[in-house]
């Protein structure tokens, strides 16, 4: 009888005995009871079983859940780690583009004997605009042809004053059908040089244009090219720059609207600046 209430009390207690949380004189009742009683031995050996079936393998599940987790947590900072390291790198190699472009323009513009002629061509319109530069003279001739209609306008200007306040003295030669007419002797800045597209005023300006900018080699115009998008100084859609040059060659703007752009370099020579008789020129005031 003593044995049986014994062993309903260490049964109460074998749970808690189990997971350690009594204290050692329970145990050492525990363990006396155990020694002599085969019923509880087994009892408290089924419960040990037990709990080994069910505990690690929830355990097991919340560990794999866990690894399950972090090697999500690993993809996808390697995701975002390659992404940023694409970016970086596709900004490297546009800054790297860009800014090669930006050097070989500035070396093809500082020669002071060449010709460039613009194309305009457009839905309605054509217009041609023939730029020569020797030194300090300058002649520009625009031909727009409207409606087939010709018109001719040679402007021939001369520096006079450089530097901050340049002037030109500049005559001007119209020729609408048979109708002719000069200007001459008046004075103008003017602002026709070649000039840098892909220029930028820093490192940092460089950088946020390039992140923006798309750059693709193209051919344009029978010259090996890069085309450039959304460059944002420009206000153009897109532009077109010689490999080689560095020199902006092309411009698109809405389609079919184009702008061509054709360099000479030491092709111009005095005899380009002759001007036309001007007996046969109406001379306006
Ligand atoms: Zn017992």
Not at 26 to 47: A, G, P, Q, R
Not at 73 to 90: D, E, H, P, Q, T
Not at 125 to 152: E, P, R, S
Request: aromatic share 10%; glycine share 4%.
């Amino acid at each position: 009888m003593k044995e049986k209430k014994d062993c309903k009390i260490v049964q109460d207690l074998l749970p808690n005995y189990i997971e350690k949380l009594t204290n050692e004189e329970t145990n050492k009742y525990v363990e006396d009871h155990l020694k002599e009683c085969e019923k509880c031995t087994k009892v408290l050996k089924n419960m040990q079983k037990d709990l080994e079936l069910q505990t690690p393998q929830a355990d097991k599940r919340e560990v794999k859940y866990i690894k399950k987790f972090s090697k999500k947590m690993r993809i996808l900072k390697l995701i975002i780690a390659i992404i940023a390291l694409s970016f970086v790198a596709i900004t490297g190699i546009k800054v790297a583009i860009i800014s090669d472009l930006s050097n070989k323009a500035e070396k093809s513009i500082v020669s002071d004997n060449y010709k460039r002629t613009i194309y305009g061509l457009r839905k309605d319109d054509f217009v041609k605009w023939d730029i020569y530069n020797l030194g300090d003279k300058k002649k520009m001739v625009m031909t727009t042809v409207k409606d087939n209609n010709t018109q001719v306008r040679k402007i021939f200007a001369t520096k006079e004053k450089d530097g901050e306040d340049m002037e030109y003295n500049i005559n001007t030669y119209e020729e609408t059908g048979n109708e002719k007419t000069a200007k001459l002797n008046t004075k103008a800045q003017i602002s026709v040089d070649p000039y840098n597209t892909l220029q930028t005023e820093n490192w940092w300006q460089l950088i946020i244009v390039s992140m923006k900018a798309s750059i693709k080699p193209v051919t344009f115009d029978g010259q090996p090219c890069y085309y450039i998008a959304n460059f944002e100084p420009s206000m153009v859609d897109g532009i077109y720059i010689n490999k080689e040059t560095g020199l902006l060659v092309g411009v698109t703007e809405q389609e079919p609207e184009t702008t061509l752009y054709v360099y000479e370099f030491n092709t111009v020579t005095e005899k380009d600046f002759v001007e036309p008789d001007i007996s046969e020129y109406k001379i306006e005031e």
